[in-house]
């Protein structure tokens, strides 16, 4: 079992957005999470890397709980990727390389520019050199850096927050297409939470609605 949630609830200002969450996600599972804006979806995966704490419940990652785990550390093995990519002034590769200059990351070997270049192919990015400026690319082209960006740091778990909703048609394909890839080829678990009907092509997802009384499993 990679991550396992029990009987999770969030209360912010004495409202309950959720309670008696639970779910089992091991390597290589892709999780769909949908439900009605303002359900807590994107509230719930951020408890999963500790960018907030759950009100009631725990969460444990391959057996203990992520209380047990240095924020820096927990934060690389379960990376998070926004719905608006984030990007700071400077070069493609000045981006990518940018968690690399953390002193939590320190001893971690830093990517070669041929893996970052090979990253950029498989993101069918090839038209980008690492040399050029990260803030005029487009959000299509900033969701596949960010992407890339997060599998440089060899996570367990990618928590995704609506990643595709801003993009065109043709990165989206590309991102959902490397999405259902690295769940099965590379065995990260993925959660997901999106609006759209995103349908693996080889894979089987699991699919839920989060309600205010929990998770609720929908047919595949």
């Not at 690399?100 to 070669?112: D, I, K, N, Q, W």
């Not at 678990?189 to 759209?196: D, G, K, N, P, R």
């Amino acid at each position: 079992m990679l991550l396992e949630l029990i009987d999770i609830s969030l209360t912010f200002n004495d409202n309950a957005l959720f309670s008696d969450v639970s779910l089992a996600v091991d390597t290589g599972d892709l999780i769909f999470i949908g439900g009605p804006s303002g359900s807590g979806k994107s509230s719930l995966l951020r408890l999963l890397n500790r960018l907030n704490d759950p009100t009631s419940g725990q969460i444990n990652l391959e057996g203990r709980p992520l209380t047990d785990y240095k924020v820096a550390e927990l934060r690389r093995q379960i990376c998070y990727i926004h719905q608006t990519p984030v990007m700071v002034e400077g070069t493609v590769k000045q981006n990518l390389l940018l968690p690399f200059a953390f002193e939590s990351l320190r001893g971690f070997r830093v990517p070669t520019d041929e893996t970052l270049i090979e990253l950029l192919h498989e993101f069918k990015l090839d038209d980008i050199a690492l040399s050029d400026q990260a803030m005029v690319l487009s959000v299509g082209q900033k969701q596949r850096l960010a992407f890339i960006r997060a599998l440089l740091l060899q996570p367990k778990a990618l928590l995704l927050d609506e990643p595709t909703s801003a993009l065109d048609r043709d990165s989206r394909l590309v991102v959902e297409e490397y999405v259902e890839r690295l769940a099965g080829q590379k065995n990260l678990a993925i959660l997901m939470v999106t609006h759209l009907d995103f349908k693996p092509k080889h894979m089987k997802a699991r699919r839920y609605i989060l309600k205010r009384g929990g998770l609720e499993e929908r047919a595949r």
